[in-house]
């Protein structure tokens, strides 16, 4: 079976400056010396199409980034991702770039972005709000005035609309009440994530227990453990899964 998402070798920096307010010396000589930090680490991974799986790790592991190079959020320095199909990130950092743009605006934006037309994208945006059952009160609700439930329920509900096949998820599905993570997994296994893939950060056992059957471990920036989900999980209980 074919790959729906792949990593090769990739490598992911960021460049870390001295704040001049803590570095009087650096500041009276020019100076703009910096580091960089590692949050990728010649990783390599593959996700087959229909494959639902757990992204475990502490903090600073590389987790978010992951989900953010998977989603095309962000260029690696070295290696490359590949993915079989349209990939939509649902992270805790935001969904859209204007946070004073509603529900329903945001997700016109998206649709655009995806390269659909006004009137597509607007047909689009009420799929959205449908799937992610957001009244006329939330769709007019400015992004940045939303619960993490609405946001949840956005953002799923935009990945519907677009018909994204490889979906991410970080630390979100906490927040999704017991009908509406029925929807998810529904359309999960019939949807297009179901010949695509699923990646989701989650500590929750009975959330991974529900919606994943295999699990990747990431310890800073690299893989370290992989497998079917039970085994994994088994081995890391109490430290990245609760």
Do not use: W
Request: charged share 25%; glycine share 10%; with cysteine.
């Amino acid at each position: 079976m074919s790959a729906a998402l792949s990593f090769d070798h990739v490598r992911v920096e960021f460049p870390v400056f001295f704040a001049p307010e803590r570095s009087l010396k650096r500041n009276l000589l020019g100076s703009s010396d910096g580091y960089r930090i590692t949050a990728l680490d010649d990783l390599s991974l593959s996700l087959k199409r229909g494959s639902r799986t757990a992204l475990l790790g502490g903090n600073a592991s590389g987790k978010t980034t992951l989900l953010r190079a998977a989603a095309g959020l962000l260029q690696p320095n070295a290696g490359t991702v590949t993915r079989q199909g349209r990939a939509f990130a649902v992270l805790n950092v935001g969904l859209g770039v204007d946070p004073d743009l509603s529900a329903y605006n945001t997700a016109i934006g998206h649709g655009l972005l995806a390269g659909h037309d006004l009137k597509e994208s607007r047909r689009r945006a009420e799929t959205a709000m449908e799937f992610g059952e957001l009244d006329d009160k939330a769709a007019d609700t400015p992004l940045k005035l939303l619960g993490p439930g609405q946001r949840l329920r956005l953002g799923a509900g935009i990945a519907a609309a677009l018909e994204a096949e490889i979906l991410l998820f970080d630390e979100v599905l906490e927040h999704a009440g017991p009908e509406f993570l029925d929807r998810l997994a529904k359309h999960f296994r019939s949807g297009p994530p179901s010949h695509g893939a699923v990646l989701l950060v989650e500590r929750a056992a009975t959330l991974l227990a529900r919606f994943c059957d295999q699990a990747l471990v990431l310890e800073q920036g690299k893989l370290v453990d992989a497998g079917e989900l039970s085994s994994v999980v088994q081995r890391h209980a109490g430290r990245y899964v609760i």
